[in-house]
């Protein structure tokens, strides 16, 4: 079975999905440390450059986990985990 890579269209697609669900949760771009997070996403839908890591965000005593994925079928995807004081 050969890989499929996702097209720039579906890397769109998919990382206008995950600024929806981080704006639902609250999560904007004013916040410096999400900064991190977008600069990935853009190099995501660019460069075809797939990325994964973890953002602490101690104003909401949370941690973004994020995974870009290239490959289809697998979707990139998004986490908040709660991380405490």
């Given at each position: 079975?050969?890989r499929?890579?996702?097209?720039?269209?579906?890397?769109?697609?998919?990382?206008?999905?995950?600024?929806?669900?981080?704006?639902?949760?609250?999560?904007?771009?004013?916040?410096?440390?999400?900064?991190?997070?977008?600069?990935?996403?853009?190099?995501?839908?660019?460069?075809?450059?797939?990325?994964?890591?973890?953002?602490?965000?101690?104003?909401?005593?949370?941690?973004?986990?994020?995974?870009?994925?290239?490959?289809?079928?697998?979707?990139?995807?998004?986490?908040?985990?709660?991380v405490?004081?």
């Amino acid at each position: 079975m050969t890989r499929k890579e996702k097209t720039q269209e579906e890397r769109l697609k998919e990382m206008l999905e995950l600024y929806r669900q981080l704006q639902k949760l609250g999560i904007e771009k004013q916040f410096e440390e999400v900064e991190e997070f977008y600069t990935a996403a853009n190099e995501f839908i660019r460069n075809k450059q797939s990325a994964s890591g973890k953002i602490r965000l101690p104003m909401m005593q949370r941690e973004l986990h994020y995974e870009l994925i290239l490959w289809h079928p697998k979707p990139s995807h998004i986490l908040l985990k709660y991380v405490g004081n």
